[in-house]
């Protein structure tokens, strides 16, 4: 089971950080992934992050402003945003995969937390 939190409105150029905490013992076989889908959109990769941390890869709308990371003494993966734009607003999901690659697409994804919310005011 993954669990976002730590969405909510902000202006742009504001800062948040999501957290997805995941249940279960075999959190560090899983490489995971940030997601978003705007109204009207499809849902697209923000970033991705391999099973010990050493790997990670972002879309071009977020390069130099978002980071992920993750710690898997806690289950944990983590999304910094920063500089936040309006045109990042959507709802953000969490996921994981049983993969050593990190995907790009949704499909490879076995398991989606339910999404939380990030509208960014202009």
């Known amino acids: 089971q993954l669990v976002e939190s730590g969405g909510g409105l902000v202006q742009a150029g504001a800062s948040l950080r999501l957290t997805c905490a995941a249940s279960?013992?075999?959190?560090?076989?899983?490489?995971m992934g940030w997601f978003r889908q705007a109204p009207g959109k499809e849902r697209e990769l923000v970033a991705g992050?391999?099973?010990?941390?050493?790997?990670?890869l972002y879309s071009d709308s977020v390069k130099g402003r978002f980071t992920i990371s993750r710690d898997n003494a806690k289950n944990t993966v983590y999304l910094q945003m920063n500089s936040l734009k309006p045109e990042d607003t959507a709802v953000y999901y969490c996921a994981a995969a049983q993969s050593v690659l990190v995907y790009t697409t949704a499909a490879p994804y076995d398991y989606w937390g339910q999404g939380t919310q990030v509208p960014v005011s202009s």
């Open positions: 279960g013992r075999a959190f560090s076989s899983y490489t």
């Open positions: 992050i391999s099973r010990n941390g050493g790997d990670t």
